[in-house]
């Protein structure tokens, strides 16, 4: 375990830079904006920790999303992820470097790298945070994740040992703004790496052809749930969402009873969204689900039972049956068209 007489050694805040296939996964640019908060409220710069082969265009665009020094690990080694060789160099730069805080996305390889890294570093580790904020008092890290199926929030610091370790959950931190114009600082990491460092090997990575839907990204998410009737419901979704440039989404009920893909699930146990427009269908609201969407910009609930909680969230509730509603919203939308068609004419 870490010395706890040498916590003010430990300076800066740092996100692990994520990419695949050289390109920066989405929540690093979320890691960015909150870390950049942290950082203000410490007073501290905020780092990346870039891992990979040839990342140096990679570094220069974390810079442009607000890390103030990009600390670079370029290597052949390094290319695909493997824990091993990721571990290894992380924990090493930890070492040497003395992150206060580290911040990774809660995806499959930051759910993989955190916890063997705070392992090997000696230090606490918080998973799939929600919130984070700095206690004003004492300038640590009070680190919020919803646990027992989503009823309780439970606020978790880690007082003795450093740094500060969360992984966070995609999509509900803001994303950092780009700017083109930022100045930053990039660094080679020291670190040494051999093939014999790394016991996994990488044969072959395989993408499922599943019908792959970006919930984190849309900015109008159509989302049905049992008050669908069935599959056939989605269709008619599809169809409004079509209409709005935005993609569909669902609640588990519809999932588990293989209406639609997980991919489409939107909750605790599915995707995270924020988009700027909801429309929830059929959904009841149930906790989980509310802990998925809550804080999209707005939301629209079309529900048949006017007691559903999903309502009480909502900015806009329709109290009435989907089958007759969303059919009459597509065809407005669809005079809307035909008006702006006969205006362009
Ligand atoms: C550990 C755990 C994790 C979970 N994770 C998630 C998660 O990630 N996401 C998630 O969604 N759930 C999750 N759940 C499940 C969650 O608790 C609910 O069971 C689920 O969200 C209910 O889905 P629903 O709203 O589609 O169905 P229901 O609760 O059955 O609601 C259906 C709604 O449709 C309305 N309705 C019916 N017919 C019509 C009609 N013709 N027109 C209009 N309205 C109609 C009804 O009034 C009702 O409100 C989780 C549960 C647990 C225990």
Redesign the pocket.
């Known amino acids: 375990m870490n010395d706890i007489k040498d916590l003010s050694s430990y300076k800066n805040v740092w996100i692990f830079a994520e990419q695949r296939e050289g390109k920066i996964a989405p929540v690093v640019i979320e890691l960015l904006g909150e870390g950049r908060k942290l950082a203000t409220e410490v007073d501290a710069e905020l780092c990346a920790v870039l891992l990979g082969k040839d990342v140096d265009g990679l570094a220069k665009e974390l810079i442009t999303f607000g890390a103030d020094k990009v600390y670079v690990a370029d290597d052949a080694l390094l290319e695909k992820y493997t824990t091993d060789a990721y571990t290894k160099v992380i924990k090493d730069a930890i070492d040497e470097i003395k992150p206060e805080i580290m911040l990774f996305g809660a995806t499959h390889i930051g759910r993989d790298l955190a916890p063997r890294i705070a392992s090997r570093v000696g230090t606490g580790l918080t998973a799939d945070c929600t919130k984070l904020e700095i206690d004003p008092e004492d300038k640590k890290i009070k680190q919020t994740r919803p646990a027992f ?2 009823n309780i929030m439970a606020t978790i610091i880690c007082p003795n040992h450093r740094p500060q370790m969360s992984t966070v959950r995609p999509g509900v931190m803001d994303k950092a703004e780009q700017d083109e114009t930022r100045t930053g600082e990039v660094i080679a990491l020291d670190y040494k790496i051999t093939q014999d460092d790394i016991r996994t090997t990488v044969l072959e990575t395989v993408k499922t052809k599943k019908d792959l839907v970006s919930l984190t990204d849309a900015n109008v998410i159509v989302s049905g ?3 669908l ?1 069935g599959p056939e419901g989605f269709e008619m979704l599809k169809k409004l969402a079509d209409k709005l440039g935005g993609v569909v989404g669902s ?4 999932v588990d009873a293989g209406w639609i893909d997980h991919s489409h ?6 995707t995270t969204v924020k988009p700027n427009l909801y429309i929830a ?9 509310l802990a ?1 969407m809550q804080s999209s910009d707005f939301i629209i609930a ?4 006017p007691a ?1 909680p ?1 309502l009480e969230i909502a900015d806009y509730g329709v109290v ?4 007759e509603i969303v059919p009459m919203l597509i065809d407005k939308l669809d005079s809307v068209d035909d008006l702006l068609e006969a205006i362009k004419a």
């Open positions: 199926g989503g749930g049992l008050g009737g609640s588990r009920a519809a699930q939107v909750g605790q146990t599915g269908c059929g959904i009841s609201g149930a906790i989980q689900h998925g079309i529900n048949k039972n559903a999903i009435g049956d989907l089958h």
